[in-house]
Every structure is written in structure tokens, then in C-alpha cells.
């Protein structure tokens, strides 16, 4: 179960951190991913994490639109997922999910599909006003 909170109402140019609790199951064998979706759009990869058990040498990997804005970082000894959000434009508004599953492949890093993942939190709405 994963249950992700910390979003809200910011000025654009603020920073928020999203957080993700997870329960039940083996926290570091699983990839986590961040999503969003938008009023009337699709639902997006954001950023990912490798399960710390991973061998890929890729153990992040992000969107193009957060590059270099945007920081995932897990805590295994707090399941835990993280998504610190700097610099942060309108366009950013959504609804932010996290989303784990378990690889079948140690090599690969954390997907960008969601269909790939398996467990999903309830989302959390983030809000960038400009």
C-alpha cells in the first residue's frame, strides 16, 4: 500500500517535497516511480528509483520537462520515496502519484510506463500558481 502526501497550493518558483509511505511487501525490492496527470491529460512518468537490490547502473531517471528541477530519493529504512520539487513552473500542476513494482530484471532500471507498475498510491494534488 502506498500513500503519498505533501502536495499543496505554491507561487511559482517554490519548492515542495512529496513524500510516499509504503506498507506491506519488501520496500527496497521494488522500483518506485513518480507520476502526474493533469486536468485533461494523460497520465505522465515524472521520475524513478531502482529498488535498492538493483544492478542497473541508471538508479534515477527523470522526465525531460523536471530534469535538473526535480530529485527522487528513497530511505529503504523508512519505506519511504521522496520527490523534491525546485523551481517549480505552472505547468507542474497536477496530481502527483507514486508507484511501485517489483522487477523481473535486475539490470533494468526503473520503468517509465505506467502500465508496468503494480501498486499505486492515491495521489496528491499539487497546485502551481504563476
Known amino acids: 500500500q502506498l500513500q503519498a502526501s505533501g502536495g499543496g497550493l505554491v507561487q511559482a518558483g517554490d519548492s515542495l517535497r512529496l513524500s510516499c509511505a509504503a506498507s506491506?511487501?519488501?520496500?527496497?525490492?521494488?522500483?518506485m516511480g513518480w507520476f502526474r496527470q493533469a486536468p485533461g491529460k494523460e497520465r505522465e512518468f515524472v521520475a524513478g528509483?531502482?529498488?535498492?537490490?538493483?544492478?542497473?547502473?541508471?538508479?534515477?531517471s527523470y522526465a525531460d520537462s523536471v530534469k535538473g528541477r526535480f530529485t527522487v530519493s528513497r530511505d529503504n529504512a523508512k519505506n519511504a520515496v521522496y520527490l523534491q520539487m525546485n523551481s517549480l513552473k505552472s505547468e507542474d500542476t497536477a496530481v502527483y502519484y507514486c508507484?511501485?513494482?517489483?522487477?523481473?530484471?535486475?539490470?533494468?532500471?526503473?520503468?517509465?510506463?505506467?502500465?508496468?507498475?503494480?501498486?499505486w498510491g492515491q495521489g496528491t494534488l499539487v497546485t502551481v500558481s504563476s
Open positions: 528509483i531502482v529498488a535498492a537490490i538493483s544492478w542497473s547502473g541508471e538508479r534515477t
Open positions: 508507484a511501485a513494482y517489483e522487477p523481473r530484471n535486475r539490470w533494468v532500471g526503473a520503468s517509465t510506463k505506467a502500465d508496468d507498475y503494480d501498486y
Open positions: 506491506g511487501g519488501t520496500f527496497s525490492s521494488y522500483h
